[in-house]
Structures are given as C-alpha cells and as structure tokens.
T-cell receptor
Framework: AQKITQTQPGMFVQEKEAVTLDCTYD???????LFWYKQPSSGEMIFLIY??????QNATEGRYSLNFQKARKSANLVISASQLGDSAMYFC????????????FGSGTRLQVQP | EAGVVQSPRYKIIEKKQPVAFWCNPI?????LYWYRQNLGQGPELLIR????????DSQLPKDRFSAERLKGVDSTLKIQPAELGDSAVYLC??????????????FGPGTRLLVL
C-alpha cells in the first residue's frame, strides 16, 4: 500500500498568492515524522519543513506552513505569498519510528508560479 | 559549510557497460544514503550506511548494484552491467544522527544516468 499520496500532479498559482499542496499518508506507527522537500530543475532536494506526529502546533518556517490533521492523516504544505522562484517539484515524505526508519516519498506535485 | 557533493552530474552509457557514482557527504555526517529517483516519481532508498557499515540494503539489486563506504566518509555506488531500466537520477544524502526522528537528510544534486 502506498504510504504517501500526493494527488495533485501539477498546480498553478499566481505570484503573491497562497497555495496548498496536498499530502496524505498511511502508517500504523504512533510516532512518525513528516517532511516536505522542494526539488528545482537543478535536481537537488531542498528540505523545507518538518512536523512530528506528537507536535501539537502546526510547523511553520517563513513562508511555509504545514497544515497537520492527524485524524485525517494529512500534512498539507501551505506556501504563502508565492514567488516565481517557488516553481519546482514538491515532495512529501514520512519517516516511521520503527522498521527501516527510511524516508518514504510521495510522487510529487509540480508547482508553477505565474507572474 | 559545503553541501553533499556528487559526481558526475550526468552520465550516458550503453547497456551492459559499468558505471560508478561518487558521493562526498557533509563533513561530520555519519549516515549516508543512496536513493534512486525514476522519472515522475519520488526518490526510493537503495542503501543506507552508518559510518562504514551498510545497515539497510534491502532495496539494493545486489545482482548488479554494489556500494562501498570504506573509510566512513565518501561513498561509491556501482552498476555492472547497466540495463535500460537503470536510467534514473541517483541521489546521495547525508544526515548527522538518525536516532532523532526529526533528523533532516541533506541531498546532493544527483547524477542523471541515461542508459542507451
């Protein structure tokens, strides 16, 4: 079963507007971590934000925030005030506290910011 | 601080040829990962090292893939012989301490392999 699901292959947003990228996950672990990475065309995966399963507050990092809804098993990334440089692939990933403890990635969402 | 370094950035080979990728992690990072990213997909772990020990290689196709991290610093991933289906981006990542669930993995720019 797929552990990370990103249902939006592509998204468009106007510059300066906010955008939400969806991510749902599946795990039986009580302790896990959720990550978002950005991958520009250069290929490097850039860490954006982290949310732990026991964190009570939604994570924020500058213009990035994570809308964590544990009961729904969703961890959506919100980018506020989009910039042209935000155009990239965005990947949601999870690490479980048991087993391999490796990052499991979703298939990604391509975001294009339009001027 | 220098990031994760990988070389080469691009490689084109014919099928059945060997190929090797090199990775130098961030200084002081004990954990090193090799991922494969197929077109249109997220990265998938091939192997994870703790220092020089391969602690998770369950997804590494051992009939043709091999990896080493002899001194616990840089690492080499080899494919011999390469097949058409090996065309992908090979990403190396490193992290300081895997024990923390929140530990961030830092990725290199990847090696884009095309097998003809």
């Amino acid at each position: 079963a797929q552990k990370i699901t990103q249902t939006q292959p592509g998204m468009f947003v106007q510059e300066k507007e906010a955008v939400t990228l969806d991510c749902t996950y599946d795990t039986s672990d009580q302790s896990y971590g959720l990550f978002w990475y950005k991958q520009p065309s250069s290929g490097e995966m850039i860490f954006l934000i982290y949310q732990g399963s026991y964190d009570e507050q939604n994570a924020t990092e500058g213009r990035y925030s994570l809308n964590f809804q544990k009961a729904r098993k969703s961890a959506n990334l919100v980018i506020s005030a989009s910039q042209l440089g935000d155009s990239a692939m965005y990947f949601c990933a999870m690490r479980e506290d048991t087993g391999r403890r490796a990052l499991t990635f979703g298939s990604g969402t391509r975001l294009q910011v339009q001027p | 601080e220098a990031g994760v370094v990988q070389s080469p950035r691009y490689k084109i080979i014919e099928k059945k040829q060997p190929v090797a990728f090199w990775c130098n992690p961030i200084s002081g990072h004990n954990t090193l990962y090799w991922y494969r990213q197929n077109l249109g997909q997220g990265p998938e772990l091939l192997i994870r090292y703790e220092n020089e020990e391969a602690v998770d290689d369950s997804q590494l196709p051992k009939d043709r893939f091999s990896a080493e991290r002899l001194k616990g610093v840089d690492s080499t991933l080899k494919i011999q012989p390469a097949e058409l289906g090996d065309s992908a981006v090979y990403l190396c990542a490193s992290s300081l301490d895997l024990l923390r669930l929140s530990e961030t993995q830092y990725f290199g720019p990847g090696t884009r392999l095309l097998v003809l």
